[in-house]
């Protein structure tokens, strides 16, 4: 059965740092971009990071209200995924789940991924 599994997720003051990561298992998503998605409560899923497959592994898209303070990266033989998250900020309080597309390269779309995962909590109190 192919499952993705997040953690990492927890509670945190203004501008500390968490590092989440999602494994996969049942498959390799080795050839796939996957992603990271969040939903605050009252909100609709967003996009946050996405990263490609093999052959696209060095192409990232991040959302605009993550650049620079979140990396995104996997270790593609691992079958590991993981968002690095620093100055983090009450806005980016919310359920944060991994994603694994059916082609290489970064998608930014939620109808792109596949696999989705049950998801972590994040909470940065302010």
């Known amino acids: 059965q192919v499952q993705l599994v997040e953690s990492g997720g927890g509670l945190v003051h203004t501008g500390s740092s968490l590092k989440l990561s999602c494994t996969a298992y049942g498959r390799t998503f080795s050839s796939a971009a996957m992603g990271w998605f969040r939903q605050a409560p009252g909100k609709e899923r967003e996009f946050v990071a996405s990263i490609g497959g093999v052959g696209w592994s060095d192409d990232a898209k991040y959302a605009d209200s993550v650049k620079g303070r979140f990396t995104i990266s996997r270790e593609l033989y691992k079958k590991m995924l993981y968002l690095q998250m620093v100055s983090l900020q009450p806005g980016d309080t919310a359920v944060y789940y991994c994603?694994?597309?059916?082609?290489?390269?970064?998608?930014?779309?939620?109808?792109?991924?596949?696999?989705w995962g049950q998801g972590t909590q994040v909470t940065v109190s302010s």
């Open positions: 994603a694994a597309s059916d082609g290489p390269m970064p998608q930014e779309a939620a109808g792109s991924y596949g696999y």
